[in-house]
């Protein structure tokens, strides 16, 4: 088991305990305990600041005497186990276990428990390595901004606290690096994966997240969230701007209720039609001929091929009306959208249809509106893409497809003055989230 590391624990509370000659320290960092008499706090440290304090303080605690030095045990409640039983799992005694949870259930309801629960456990350890070991804290998250926790005091006995943050309303403003993936680097910053999936769908069809996008490239997003004193994020709403590399898109809602992204100068950034139909899929067969992987013999491949699981999502990839969605020979379940202009675009060997999706069916580009598959003629799932220009076939990687629409005239002068506040906003930073640091003052000895 590691050592008993606050920075660890998901929601960012966690009882440190130095017990030598009964003494105790408890750090909880960002949670505010309220105190209306006391005087104006300081503003909050830097989170480098705050990371050595938390160690200073821990290198400070001594174990029990008889105890080995204070453990963080993560645990997650079982299926079909009580809150009691996981507790034990934690390693300590049955009684010791029972106690804890009716001190937890002065707070919460501790019956009515769900798998997957997750907990944090401090626990030290008998030195001779024999027997239970010892319950130091224990730090349970009840809701999106509020928490429990159990805590040992001076003489030894647990001590209950509900914790509880205020909620705020911000426009936040992420700007980083991608490093890993852009979730990953983007939930860091306070972003959610339903922001992250909007991002993803704007950039599609002008960057291929696949190939493209390389470790340290740049990204910015300004979003609405509804975010606690610690800054963990809540709810968000719309997102309001989002750049990748240099490439910006602007959110803007037309006088007729449709909400739109356009680049920097007035133009829907949004292709005619989409540069990659799945999401995160990969690029297996071009355009051309080939040998037939099923057949064995060469022929016209006149589309291209996706690589991704059975399942995965496939979006249309312009607004259109569906023609056809049916079973078509090789191609197996096969989807045909009409877009204007003269264009279709088709989608094979799909292991099902969106729910809805049928000839006659209105969609808009990004919908959902089937699943990969490998029905016809095909060897593994994946998603067999075309583009038609007027009954005709052509390459979907070098069609040259219709631009977006240009704003004009009262709406350009909207757009602009919208453009010039998140351009603001960026400048500034937005609005930083409130952080509390209320056991930094502890630890100063306030």
Known sequence: MAEFDPRRFSFRIAPRVAAGGGALIALFVAW???DTTSEPSEPPLAPEAV????HAAFTQAKAQPGYARVENVPVKVLRGETLEEAVQRAGVAP???????????????????????????????PRAERGPARLIGLSMRTGPATAVTLS?????????RALEEEVSQETTVADGEIHGSLYESAAKLGATPDIVAKVSKLFSHKIDFERDIKAGDEFKLVFDRKVTESGRTIETGELEYAEIRGVKFYRFERGDGDVEYFDENGKNI???LLRTPVDGARMTSNFGMRRHPVLGYARAHQGVDFGAGTGTPILAAGDGVVVKASRWGGYGNWLQIRHSGGWDT??????RYAKGVRPGTRVRQGQVVGYVGTTGLSTGPHLHYEVW???RRVNPVGAKVPQGTVLTGAELARFRAQKARIERLLETGGQ?????????DAARGR
Request: proline residues 1%; aromatic residues 8%; without cysteine.
């Open 32 to 34: 505010k305990f309220t």
């Open 51 to 54: 990371a050595a304090l938390e």
């Open 95 to 125: 009684e010791e276990a029972r106690m804890a949870v009716a001190m937890l259930g002065q707070a919460m309801d501790t019956v009515h428990i769900k798998a997957g629960m997750a907990f944090d456990a401090a626990v030290a350890k």
């Open 152 to 160: 040992r005091t001076f003489d030894g006995a647990l001590r209950l």
């Open 270 to 272: 949004r292709g005619f």
């Open 346 to 351: 088709g989608y094979a060997h799909l292991s």
């Open 389 to 391: 220009l007027k009954g």
């Open 432 to 440: 930083s989230p409130v952080r509390s640091y209320a056991s930094l």
